[in-house]
């Protein structure tokens, strides 16, 4: 028996519509049948039907179902049911006549068999990168890149890879990753497990498990790994964990995703990278609605660029081993918000003021100022981003003289404002006001 919800959107947030999801929950989807819906052959009909098949089980897809809550709020013609991405769901579906679907297209035989229904069809996943359906999905690529960055701004020289090596979004992860680190001329080990979302039924864990082990040992330490999703970054974690392995002392873990149950139930917490899922939504359901009306979508594939690193404990280091310079890092680091120059990094250290700029351009490309001012930035786009705070506040806390001077070297970093820097993250993370 297959278990769909159903909501008329006119009537979405009535108690009498809550009752009635509820209840709609423990019944096969084939008798969902509603007064408001109009019989099969009973001309025009008065609603759109539309399938949600993504599930729940991923916080990706939670959040996307929200995106999509949002578009289809206004949409009072609308009649929406989910479900999981399964095999079984293809009966009761097909006799419901959907009008479009929003999928999570994973699986390429029943994404296969979706297509015989011939109806409009968004996919919000690049699992399978050949589908003939229009894509709305993030781009992977870049988040490869965002990573590679975040790391090498830590000073990681060694550097891996864990993630699915068929997977779409996986692959072009992994690309971005070495793409990036190939600029800084390094390059990256690589172990591949199947999470496609999940671990397949297919795959033995005791199989994997030894194979990450054998992988880990073989690193060379400090090194910090990407993993495709925090699913499997939270298996490297537990490895680490078994093995005695320091995180972030010795291996430094990166996920992509920000699910927070994920993330925090790894031992230590995960940092992540943040996808930009509510918005993936609202456009996979904008575009939706123009094809049923029978326009064609803006453009087949659709990629939304990474938000920002959610930082938890399992990135929190630094990779140097110069000890002059990694005191002067973390001075900077946690003297940022403060009034500092390049004389007080100099004084913390002991070290020559024209030795300590050597070993800042030989091992991190930049100079003791611009290290303090990277800083200085990073911390302005966390408040930009995790705070409502006004500018000048975020000056202040930023270290910087003022909201003037903020906006001054702000743009000089970022090509933006402050202002449109968080108004952009807003609207990649998820809805503007207008959006609601």
Not at 71 to 90: C, E, M, N, Q, S
Not at 264 to 288: C, D, F, H, K, T
Not at 337 to 365: K, N, P, Q
Not at 405 to 433: C, I, K, M, W, Y
């Amino acid at each position: 028996m297959v278990v769909f919800a159903y909501l008329s959107l006119d009537a979405r947030f009535s108690p009498t519509a809550c009752s009635a999801k509820r209840n709609a929950a423990t019944l096969p989807f084939s008798n969902l049948e509603t007064p408001s819906m109009a019989p099969v052959n009973a001309g025009p009909p008065t609603h759109r039907r539309v399938a949600l098949l993504m599930g729940q089980d991923l916080a990706y897809n939670r959040e996307v179902l929200r995106g999509i809550q949002a578009y289809a709020h206004a949409k009072t013609d609308w009649v929406i049911r989910d479900g999981p991405f399964a095999a079984h769901v293809l009966k009761p579906l097909s006799e419901w006549r959907p009008d479009g679907i929003i999928a999570h297209l994973f699986e390429r035989r029943v994404a296969e068999a979706l297509g015989e229904l011939d109806v409009p069809i968004v996919n919000t996943t690049s699992t399978l990168l050949d589908l003939p359906y229009p894509l709305v999905d993030a781009d992977h690529f870049a988040v490869g890149r965002m990573a590679a960055g975040y790391f090498l701004d830590r000073g990681f020289q060694n550097f891996g890879f864990f993630g699915s090596s068929t997977a779409g979004f996986s692959r072009e992860r992994e690309t971005g990753f070495r793409d990036a680190l190939a600029e800084r001329g390094c390059e990256a080990t690589a172990c591949y497990a199947e999470y496609l979302p999940r671990p397949s039924e297919e795959v033995s864990w005791v199989s994997v498990d030894e194979r990450v082990r054998e992988w880990l040992e073989r690193l060379k330490k400090p090194v910090a790994i990407l993993a495709s999703n925090d699913v499997p970054a939270r298996e490297l974690a537990e490895a680490c964990r078994q093995m005695g392995l320091d995180v972030p002392g010795q291996v430094a873990l990166l996920g992509v995703d920000n699910d927070e149950l994920e993330c925090n139930l790894a031992v230590p917490p995960l940092s992540s990278i943040v996808l930009p899922s509510q918005r993936i939504g609202y456009e996979a359901a904008e575009r939706l609605d123009r094809m049923m009306s029978g326009k064609p979508a803006p453009e087949r594939r659709a990629y939304l660029p990474p938000v920002r690193v959610a930082e938890r404990f399992s990135t929190d280091t630094l990779a140097i081993e110069d000890p002059e310079l990694r005191a002067a890092l973390g001075f900077i680091r946690s003297h940022a918000h403060l009034d500092i120059d390049v004389e007080a990094v100099h004084e913390h250290t002991a070290v020559s003021r024209r030795m300590l700029e050597r070993r800042f351009r030989e091992r991190l490309g930049r100079t003791v100022l611009e290290e303090i001012r990277r800083t200085r930035i990073e911390l302005a786009k966390r408040l930009l981003t995790e705070t409502d705070l006004q500018m000048p506040a975020i000056a202040k806390q930023a270290g910087f003289s003022g909201a003037r001077r903020l906006a001054v070297v702000f743009r000089q970093e970022v090509s933006l404002t402050p202002s449109e820097f968080r108004d952009s993250v807003r609207r990649r993370n998820g809805l503007s006001h207008s959006d609601t």
